[in-house]
């Protein structure tokens, strides 16, 4: 562990947690595409320690946001509980158990335990200001890697900023990170994990984000949408897809941008790698060599 972390979480945990850490603690790094966190081992419990800072604030990552909105998901226990915010650390209960596996995923009875959460998720009176994606879109393009913009990324940005953001069909809470290793079959049942992106948006977003994130088929598409319905969720699935085709642009070009945002902060090729197709899909530009 780099010594000035150890040396910021270690005197948290002894300042807040002093039991904790007189028991002896274990500080395990936790891998992950944007955030440096750590799992604490200690004879009391397992705990997460996420960090915050200027590049997670640059990404979208708000630890004090995440926070709130986590303890006001409480009720609905579908989400980690806090433990402690502390600036620059939020420190959450570890959820023990077993991630969705890919092939399991796609099940059936996943993608209507899936539609459930989402619906129960959804129905939450949303708290905070809504995500407004053009600001977010302008603070990354402030951080790019100037060197990989082009005439057609340029026009590309200029047409949708814009363009008016489709008006929310319901506007809601939204996890914004579905996939199969932050859903957690746990002893208390089933959790989300990861709510860093999670925010007060409209529910076709995150229906946006789901499907393109994980590869959904139109076939799968359509039947979640059912499943959601069928447990409470927004029951005009054809006005709910034509409002998920509206956001998709948006939503793709969000996620090129972290990508390129990330390759500026970090310097790892795999981020300029999984940008590429979405470059050649909005752009049409081929692979700069």
């Not at 002093?18 to 966190?37: H, K, M, N, Q």
């Not at 959450?92 to 399991?104: I, K, M």
């Not at 209507?112 to 994606?133: E, F, K, R, W, Y």
């Not at 949408?225 to 969000?254: H, N």
Request: with cysteine; net charge positive; aromatic share 10%.
């Amino acid at each position: 562990m780099p010594s000035k972390i150890n040396a910021s979480l270690e005197a948290l945990v002894k300042k807040h947690l002093p039991a904790d850490y007189s028991a002896g603690c274990r500080f395990i790094p936790v891998a992950g595409l944007s955030s440096e966190s750590w799992r604490i081992d200690s004879p009391q419990r397992r705990s997460l320690a996420r960090l915050g800072s200027r590049d997670k604030r640059l990404l979208g990552i708000d630890r004090q946001r995440e926070q709130r909105l986590l303890r006001h998901l409480s009720a609905v226990a579908l989400a980690p509980s806090v433990l402690l915010w502390a600036r620059p650390w939020l420190l959450l209960d570890w959820v023990a158990g077993e991630t969705q596996s890919p092939a399991l995923f796609f099940s059936q009875h996943a993608q209507q335990q899936l539609a459930s959460m989402l619906a129960t998720l959804h129905g939450v009176q949303p708290i905070g200001n809504a995500l407004d994606i053009k600001r977010r879109l302008q603070a990354y393009w402030q951080a790019v890697d100037v060197r990989r913009l082009t005439p057609a990324w340029l026009r590309w940005h200029q047409r949708l900023i814009k363009r008016p953001q489709p008006q929310p069909l319901k506007l809601a809470i939204a996890h914004m990170d579905i996939h199969p290793d932050n859903w957690v079959t746990s002893p208390q049942g089933e959790r989300l994990i990861d709510w860093e992106y999670a925010a007060a948006t409209d529910i076709a977003l995150e229906f946006a984000a789901l499907f393109r994130g994980n590869a959904y088929a139109p076939r799968q598409q359509r039947q979640l949408l059912q499943y959601y319905a069928l447990c409470g969720g927004y029951r005009d699935i054809p006005r709910l897809e034509q409002q998920i085709r509206r956001w998709q642009p948006w939503l793709d070009y969000l996620m090129l941008m972290w990508f390129e945002v990330r390759w500026q902060q970090t310097g790892e090729l795999r981020y300029v790698q999984w940008a590429q197709p979405l470059r050649e899909q909005l752009f049409g530009e081929v692979a700069r060599r």
